[in-house]
């Protein structure tokens, strides 16, 4: 629901903004110019030409070839434009409800966050036209955002999360928080046991003095090749062959060749093991509580959206003009659940 999106994903994403239905007063009334009626709130066939508009220069962009009207396709992109621009009336009507109202001053900083985004005043020009926004147009996609913002704020402001439910959380979570025993490892891979063979007894001749420049001239594993062989390891992260000799070798040990699905290795251990270690709840207590209030935001916000959405269904209070009706309706979503609860 909260956004923080560019303006090209906020003027382009049908789905973008949550459904939000205010109360809206009165019945709808159609007009000839009319492709919907939102409460009070009128949808003109020009709204919904100037979004499908800029739908296609979005597929342009893309270099993808826009439905041709009549397919399933066009009919399926119809329908979430008008579903969006009813949601879009559906979220101005309950902002303005609950005392909602987004300033120019608003629009002007946000417009200027855009631009500094995207490196000035002319690629903030060139974007527009790419997405077939006017200036006007593009201030009102801002100001839609803006709404969506402003309400997910106000429904969310009084989520609070506990400091039982963080620990609760981090105690049935406590194996996100362990840290297996590691250690600092280097290795040459090679697809031969004579080649290995080969390796292993010029390194003990050499005291492995030669090690990081013959895993860099012969060793086939890309992550570690390039680094001498060296790398980083974790108790049970590597294929068990591996594994089980890295994390008994003492610190300097050479190992033999050792095969595995991947080839031969030759392993070096070049420091201790360092024993597991849990990551305690007081360094891990901020991020919990963000987390779960994020979680917990979200659940206020659906619940909030579904009930207000089925008082905007009610009788007589969205009205569509023949053939800009959204194929299913977004009203039976909740009409429906409401039957089967």
């Not at 007009?31 to 100037?50: L, S």
């Not at 066009?74 to 902002?95: D, M, N, P, T």
């Not at 290995?196 to 010029?202: G, H, V």
Request: charged share 25%.
């Amino acid at each position: 629901m909260k956004s923080r999106a560019s303006l090209v994903a906020a003027s382009l994403a049908f789905g973008l903004l949550v459904a939000a239905c205010g109360g809206g007063g009165g019945t709808a009334t159609l007009k000839a110019n009319d492709a919907a009626v939102v409460g009070g709130q009128t949808i003109t066939k020009d709204d919904f030409t100037a979004l499908m508009a800029r739908a296609k220069k979005s597929y342009q962009v893309r270099k993808s070839p826009f439905p041709k009207a009549g397919t399933p396709a066009y009919e399926s992109l119809k329908g979430q434009a008008i579903a969006f621009l009813v949601q879009r009336a559906e979220f101005e009507q309950k902002a303005d409800d609950m005392g909602i109202h987004i300033s120019n001053k608003q629009i002007d900083d946000r417009i200027n966050q855009f631009k500094k985004q995207l490196g000035g005043e002319k690629k903030y020009e060139q974007t527009l036209a790419q997405q077939g926004l006017t200036d006007a147009k593009a201030r009102g996609e801002i100001e839609a955002q803006l709404i969506s913002e402003a309400l997910y704020n106000k429904v969310t402001a009084n989520v609070k999360v506990s400091d039982k439910a963080i620990t609760d959380y981090y105690n049935k979570n406590r194996s996100l928080y362990v840290q297996k025993a590691s250690r600092d490892v280097r290795h040459i891979l090679v697809n031969s046991k004579t080649l290995a063979d080969s390796l292993y007894a010029k390194l003990v001749a050499d005291h492995e003095k030669n090690f990081a420049a013959l895993a860099k001239k012969y060793s086939k594993d890309p992550g570690s090749a390039a680094n001498g062989g060296r790398l980083t390891i974790t108790r049970g992260q590597t294929v068990p062959q591996f594994d089980k000799v890295a994390f008994s070798l003492k610190t300097g040990e050479l190992s033999k060749p050792v095969h595995s699905q991947y080839g031969w290795h030759i392993i070096q251990a070049l420091s201790a093991i360092r024993p597991p270690s849990t990551t305690s709840l007081s360094k891990v207590k901020d991020s919990i509580r963000t987390q779960l209030q994020s979680t917990q935001k979200n659940a206020a916000m659906t619940k909030w959206v579904n009930d207000v959405k089925k008082a905007f269904c009610g009788p007589g209070k969205i009205k569509y003009q023949p053939g800009f009706q959204p194929t299913p309706d977004p009203c039976l979503s909740v009409t429906s659940s409401t039957a089967t609860t």
